[in-house]
């Protein structure tokens, strides 16, 4: 049997990483991982979570199976972060997944069961596991134009263009907030007329928040997501804890079908269902973490505070690159990177010119030009922005 499989494509992140360790020069940078670092290079675990954590493990008395879909006080405290009071909680029927990967991977199987004739769209470019699971699974996929490679924002003529191309029950994959992997989001009235267009066109959300918090904060970053709920008969949201609570190896995810009331007990059966079906039980470790701190007044205050340390982090960076950059440059070409929102920008150049930072300065970002924001500290950005120049970006 197994001498039949084949080699599978490598994946070209796990390559960069791999690559990266492997370079003994001590100056390197590695913008590549999707993963936040302090500027000491450290991926903390959060206070909160640490907090969380002590208490679940002075009061836990069982490791017993949860359920199917998980604790659902979880799936309260995360409907609530997620969409707040937009959405009737009866209309939502939701389940935990292994990661925001696990969620979208059951939204899939879900649509696939529901309506296997439906297209799936995707924005060109989007995160690399989105095509790949739907090719996996068989699925129909099409692709709407998103990221301008002059302005280095959306391209939102094309976008909604592509998307004239919808047929009823069709599937539009959208980014919640922090695109990933450009950085570029919608305007609130660009949102406005997404839910317009697909309303008119009878086709269904998928939404995939997977930074809330890493971009403007909390609210403003469930802001699109939560008007797309309120506005469509159904949705589907995908949502993780990875990042926002720097709980990544707990893989914390959660899967979110939103839809008529009436139909609610059919929709949560078969959620338990495909639960049942990939993995049986979800994890809980991670779910009860998130839902302890979500449901105490104390440990939630602090979890946004530090959240909010790390996004403005983030945001200095971004200002401090850009603006080196127009020191260097003596333009504006690159305020485009103050503008982008999450830990990632694109920065719009060739595979080419990456390699060159890569070999000149030991600069390691994706090939389609992806660099993670948060891998950078204060001393760093001057390193990166000289190579970027020095490459002829």
Known sequence: ????LKDQPADKILMLM??????????????GVGVYKDPTGLTPVMRAVK?????????QDSKAYTGL???PAYADAMVGLVLGDAVARDRVSAVATPGGTGAIRQA??????AAPEATVWLSAPTWPNHPSIIKYLGMKMAEYRYFDEATRGVDFGGMMSDLAGLKSGDVVLL???CHNPTGANLTGD???EVIAHL????AVPLIDIAYQGFGDGLAADAAATRAVAGAMDECLIAASCSKNFGIYRERTGILMAIGDAARGKTTQGTLNFLNRQNYSFPPDHGARIVSTILNDAALRADWEAELEEVRNTMLGLRTQLADELRRLSNSDRFDFIAHHRGMFSRIGTTAEKVEKMRADSGIYMVSDSRMNIAGLNSETVPILAKAIIDAGV
């Open 1 to 4: 049997m197994l001498e039949h």
């Open 18 to 31: 791999q690559a990266y360790r492997e370079d003994p020069r001590a100056d390197k940078i590695d913008l």
């Open 51 to 59: 907090a969380a954590e002590q208490r679940i493990w002075e009061s």
């Open 69 to 71: 879909a998980g604790d």
């Open 108 to 113: 899939l199987e879900l649509i696939r069961m």
């Open 175 to 177: 980014h919640g907030c």
């Open 190 to 192: 660009q949102w406005a």
């Open 199 to 202: 309303k008119a066109k009878g």
